[in-house]
């Protein structure tokens, strides 16, 4: 966006500036080759020099673990819904197989907090028989805007094949404030598609995490997968036809991307290229933990306004609520409309409320900036002090 534009969109979302300045640089002539990345090779000496240094960077950024591969997959968020019902049913089935006696039939847990976790269990239901709801928000209160006490969640224990959640719901709000305690032999899944480089977190806990690159990551087109070497399926497994389970089709199979560095097919190189500038840009501040307190900082300032407000309401119980989108409505849902165009005469761009929910949502990824935040914040209190 240009520097009198303040975007709130919640995917894709804004860009650092200096990562698009870089890259409007050396936008026709990449590293001196007299082309553009979008003109090489994906087979080129440069090209994989890009590929294995942005791995580097992500791995030294979220501080992964040696026996964890990062997968450059396409798709994005939706596609992993199927990626990893397959790839991890077939490594519960690799992990059984010595003492295989019954029949093949684990539950796959899922834990729904809002829609994209309600989505990749639908996908499951779709792809498999015997998918478990450990919880859904929305059919126990009516509404997306909390997470269940542990005691409440009805996990399947060692017997699941992996349990699933979404870490941070973009659409209502919605963040776990800590990764779900679950039997540590089963993988646990997450998507992370909208906090992932917001705060530092333990890897080592995860079996999956998947993030497409439209929020904290860089452009669409790239959904990058961190995944545990040990549920990649070896290849004897490849063929699940007798086994019960579905065969891995090859552009979902974990392996044979990671067997293939990501390059199995034409990767998308221009999103990586800026997915490689966003890495520098993060690195440069000083990582996760720099870029982390900025992002505390402006999350409070939001909820801060909106909890000492006459008018603004926020529908997410403090404890889950969001620190990368604020969702929030006005009492008097007929001032939505004036909000938000007010808004965009400031130059606040993209607040509407997702369409399924209504209201305000502010989505504050790492590259929008304190100022940004503080220049809604005062025209929050300005529209407030106009209609009280
Ligand atoms: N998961 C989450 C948390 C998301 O926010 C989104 C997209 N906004 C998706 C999955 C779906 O991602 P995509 O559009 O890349 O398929």
Redesign the pocket.
């Known amino acids: 966006s240009t520097p009198n534009v303040w975007n709130f969109g919640?995917?894709p979302a804004k860009i650092p500036t200096p990562v698009l300045q870089r890259a409007q640089a050396e936008l026709l002539n990449y590293n001196n080759t007299g082309m553009s990345i979008m003109e090489l090779s994906h087979r080129s000496k440069e090209f994989d020099n890009l590929n294995n240094k942005t791995q580097r960077d992500l791995r030294t950024l979220l501080n992964i673990p040696n026996n964890y591969k990062i997968l450059f997959m396409q798709g994005?968020?939706?596609?992993q819904f199927s990626a990893v019902v397959y790839n991890l049913l077939s490594a519960k089935r690799q992990q059984l197989d010595e003492d295989l006696k019954e029949e093949f039939n684990p539950p796959l847990d899922y834990l729904i907090t809002g829609s994209?976790s309600s989505k990749a269990a639908e996908e499951a239901k779709k792809l498999y028989n015997n998918v478990n709801i450990v919880f859904d928000v929305k059919k126990l209160t009516g509404s997306y805007g909390s997470i269940p006490p542990k005691e409440e969640w009805k996990l399947s224990g060692s017997k699941a094949a992996y349990v699933y959640y979404?870490d941070?719901?973009?659409v209502h709000g919605v963040e776990f404030n800590n990764i779900p305690e679950i039997d540590p032999s089963v993988p646990l899944v997450c998507?992370m598609?909208?906090n992932i480089l917001s705060r530092r977190f333990d890897v080592s806990k995860f079996g999956v995490i998947f993030a497409?690159a439209?929020k904290n990551i860089g452009a669409?087109g790239l959904?990058v997968v961190i995944v545990r070497e040990d549920l990649l399926t070896k290849s004897k497994n490849l063929d699940n036809k007798n086994s019960g389970i579905p065969v891995i089709p090859t552009m979902l199979d974990y392996k044979i991307m990671a067997d293939h560095n990501s390059l199995y097919n034409t990767p998308p190189m221009f999103s990586i290229y800026i997915s490689s500038l966003v890495f520098e840009w993060l690195l440069e501040l000083g990582g996760i933990e720099a870029i982390e307190t900025t992002n505390s900082l402006k999350a409070e300032k939001l909820y801060n306004t909106i909890d000492n407000s006459e008018i603004y309401i926020s529908p997410v119980e403090k404890s889950v609520r969001s620190r990368m989108n604020v969702s929030f409505r006005i009492k008097r849902e007929e001032l939505e409309s004036e909000f938000l165009k007010g808004a965009i005469d400031l130059g606040m761009l993209q607040l509407k409320g997702h369409r399924s929910v209504g209201g305000m949502r502010a989505s504050i990824y790492n590259a929008m900036t304190l100022e940004g935040v503080n220049v809604l914040v005062d025209y929050m209190i300005k529209f407030e002090k106009k209609h009280c």
């Open positions: 919640a995917g994005g968020g939706c596609t994209w979404c941070n719901e973009t998507d598609s909208s497409g439209q669409a959904t």
